[in-house]
């Protein structure tokens, strides 16, 4: 069974610029969690979306919003971004959100943004 | 808020066992995880342990977990030099991680010859 995939693996943007993110979970899972991993702040929940509906938020600014779609694929989108945007985006699948190990989440290689 | 500390660097020799400690602060979490990230890659799931327990064993790993002190550790025996890699440590609260997973901060395993 693939794992979780995510694309791009890297990307250059600038200030200001918006950007898109793609996770496509392992098949059968229906829940999508995305993180944001930095040096300084280490691994921060974003948000996870289960059954196209966003379940939680993490605590971060609405220029972060997200997807997902009816396959469970999820997209996770960036606007004006800021310096403080570069990070490794990492997206993690589970089979369902209600709790007990079988929502153990598996995570994706990850996008690598740089913003300049 | 939740909380989860490690230490941030251990360094074994090969062939010895190291063992890498976790503190947590909610004490409603229900699963607390161990993960391993290698240079340029995503989080791989190495085990996990359900509160009610308080130990675990899958081959090289071994997780004991003291609920009253809320501390988590992860022993592996016999290191290998693949095994260098940062071991984040992970809850999830009572809801499943509804509210996303809890991680530390990281703990850098440095593998000496």
Known sequence: KAGVTQTP????KTRGQQVTLSCSPISGHRSVSWYQQTPGQGL???FEYFSET???KGNFPGRFSGRQFSNSRSEMNVSTLELGDSALYLCASSLMASGGARDTQYFGPGTRLTVL | GEDVEQSLFLSVREGDSSVINCTYTDSSSTYLYWYKQEPGAGLQ?????FSNMDMKQDQ???VLLNKKDKHLSLRIADTQTGDSAIYFC????????ADGLTFGKGTH???QP
């Open chain 1, 54 to 56: 966003q379940r939680n």
């Open chain 2, 45 to 49: 799931l190495l085990t996990y342990i």
């Open chain 1, 9 to 12: 693996r890297y990307l250059i």
């Open chain 1, 44 to 46: 921060q929940f974003l």
């Open chain 2, 60 to 62: 090289r790993l071994t």
């Open chain 2, 90 to 97: 992970a809850e999830a609260d009572s809801g499943g991680g």
């Open chain 2, 109 to 111: 395993l440095i593998i």
